[in-house]
Each structure stands twice: as structure tokens, then as C-alpha cells.
């Protein structure tokens, strides 16, 4: 008589699955619910029209008008050049100031203090501020220019300076940035530099073979949360925009996001007033996705180099 040699799993195994699955289950609910139900959703709602009261069905035609719609162009090549330009900028800005303060002997809490108070200014007070501050009539910005006998630029009334206007908030208020640089940097270790220093190594070679390696987590933290949040640069465009444009909420008053000449519109904001303006809820879904493809690929991108990095290092 044959006796099967694959014996049934212990009850004991079973057991600690059962448990494994309930510690898990807050997790595993809290995905199903807030990401995988919301993406089948828009999935779904994206091959209707639906405006919240109606739904039909209409095929692909969601998608031929948005890959045929300029402003979906235009406001996708915004969003490119802020993950392009922007986020490296405000990455090389925040670690060159911590490199910084990290050295600085005398005053170093009050210039960390400094450098911090901007990331808790509310974000609509400081874009209107900054607004302001740029302001190429009153502003003090072009006033102290013009003592050096510089022509200030329109800032957010150009559409050739208002991406980099919004660069510059964005250093302006890259403290938390910062900070988290600078606990990385004061954690490498000090013996390292010390003997690279007995070794003859500068200061450019023990940033590119000790500072770096030693941080290149947090680097990486820092570039993919970088481009997650510009993907989905909101408020700055949409308050700059109005602010620098005049408009107002009065009745019969009407505002189009992404002045000047559409240079600040991004895709959140064209994805906003599809659905919440035109109430075209079909359509923003496509928006929606396009912006989650984009935000994962990016994000790929970006942890498929620096794992390339990890390993040549």
C-alpha cells in the first residue's frame, strides 16, 4: 500500500497564516479601500460620460479626446519641465545648505531656524506673499534690482519666468528639506573624513566617495518624493496664477487656470477643472490615470538608477 509522502500542513501552520492575516488586515483593508477600489473606479468611469447624475457608456472616446486636447498637452509639458528642473534644483538647494550649516560652528541653531520657519508658512499665505514680493511694479524684489541697475523681470506675469518663479518658492520653502538633509549628514561618520583627509583626499573627493554613498538613501527619499509632489503641483500654480492674473470670485467674473498664456497650468489643475468646472467626471478620470502612469513611471525610473548607482558603488 502506497502512503502519500506530502503530508497535510501542520494546524499549527494554519494557525500562525490565520494570524498573519489578521495583524495584516488593517493594512490590507485600508488598501482595498482607499487605492485599489478607487482605481477600478476611475478605471471604470473612465470609458463613460459622467457628470455625478448621468453615466453612458461611451467606449474610448474619453481617451481620443484627451490625447487630442492642447491644454492636456500643455499641461502635461508644465508638469514635465517641474519634475525636470524644479525638483533637482530644490534637491542640490537643500543639500548645499545643509552641507553648510553641518560646518557652521557658532550661530548654527539660529541660521537652522532661519532656514526652517518658510515650510511652516500655510502654503496660500506664502504664494500670495511671494506673489507680491515679485511684483515687478511694487514689488521690493525688482526695487533692490533696479540699485544695481538690473531690470527686474515680470515674474509671474511672464510666461518665460513664472516656472522659475515657482522654483524659487519652492527653495524658499524647502526647510523640511533641508532639515532631513542635514540629520543625514551629521549621521555619516567622522573617522571616514578623517582618514580620507590622511589620505590626501580633497573635499570634492570625499563628497563624491563618502558623503554620497553615506546618504544615498535619503537622496533617493528626497528625488522620488520630489517628483510624486511635483506631479501633483497644485495649490502654488493655481493661487500664483490668480493672484499675478487679477482675478477675482465676484459674480459673473470668470478665470482660467494656468496664467500666463497657460505656462503655469499643470496637470491637477486642467484634471480640477475638467471635472469640478465642465463636470466632465469621465473625462477627469482619464486625466487621473495619465497622472498616476506618470507619477509611477518616474518613480520607477528613478529607483531602477539608483539601485544601478548602489550596485556600481
Not at 515680470?154 to 533641508?178: E, M, Q, R, V
Not at 493672484?243 to 477675482?248: E, I, K, N, Y
Request: proline content about 5%; overall charge positive; aromatic content about 14%.
Amino acid at each position: 500500500m502506497m502512503v502519500s509522502t506530502h503530508a497535510a500542513p501542520p494546524r499549527r501552520w494554519r494557525g500562525e497564516g490565520v494570524r498573519a492575516l489578521l495583524w495584516l488586515s488593517p493594512w490590507i483593508i485600508g488598501v482595498a479601500v482607499f487605492f485599489v477600489y478607487p482605481l477600478l473606479s476611475t478605471v471604470y468611469f473612465s470609458f463613460h460620460r459622467y457628470d455625478l447624475f448621468t453615466l453612458e457608456f461611451i467606449g474610448l472616446d474619453n481617451y481620443r479626446y484627451a490625447f487630442s486636447d492642447v491644454r492636456v498637452l500643455q499641461s502635461a509639458l508644465n508638469t514635465l519641465w517641474l519634475v525636470v528642473f524644479m525638483v533637482p534644483a530644490q534637491v542640490l538647494f537643500a543639500l548645499g545648505v545643509a552641507q553648510l550649516l553641518a560646518k557652521v560652528k557658532s550661530g548654527g541653531g539660529l541660521l537652522r531656524t532661519i532656514f526652517y520657519l518658510p515650510s511652516l508658512v500655510p502654503t496660500v499665505a506664502g504664494t500670495v506673499a511671494f506673489v507680491y514680493l515679485l511684483n515687478p511694479a511694487t514689488g521690493p524684489v525688482n526695487q533692490v534690482l533696479a540699485w544695481f541697475g538690473i531690470t527686474g523681470p515680470d515674474w509671474f506675469g511672464s510666461a518665460a519666468w513664472a516656472k522659475p518663479s515657482l522654483t524659487l518658492l519652492a527653495l524658499w520653502g524647502a526647510g523640511n528639506l533641508i532639515m532631513i538633509f542635514l540629520a543625514a549628514l551629521l549621521d555619516v561618520p567622522r573617522h571616514l573624513y578623517e582618514a580620507a583627509e590622511i589620505d590626501g583626499a580633497g573635499a570634492w573627493r570625499q563628497f563624491r566617495s563618502i558623503t554620497l554613498p553615506m546618504i544615498s538613501p535619503v537622496l533617493m527619499f528626497s528625488a522620488v518624493t520630489g517628483v510624486i509632489y511635483a506631479v501633483q503641483y497644485f495649490t502654488q500654480a493655481m493661487i500664483a496664477s490668480r493672484v499675478a492674473s487679477g482675478a477675482t470670485d465676484s459674480a459673473g467674473s470668470t478665470f482660467t487656470p494656468g496664467y500666463p498664456d497657460g505656462s503655469l497650468l499643470t496637470l491637477p489643475q486642467h484634471l480640477f477643472h475638467t471635472g469640478f468646472r465642465d463636470w466632465s467626471m469621465g473625462l477627469a478620470c482619464v486625466h487621473a490615470l495619465l497622472l498616476f502612469a506618470v507619477a509611477m513611471a518616474f518613480t520607477l525610473i528613478l529607483l531602477r538608477q539608483f539601485s544601478k548607482a548602489e550596485v556600481a558603488s
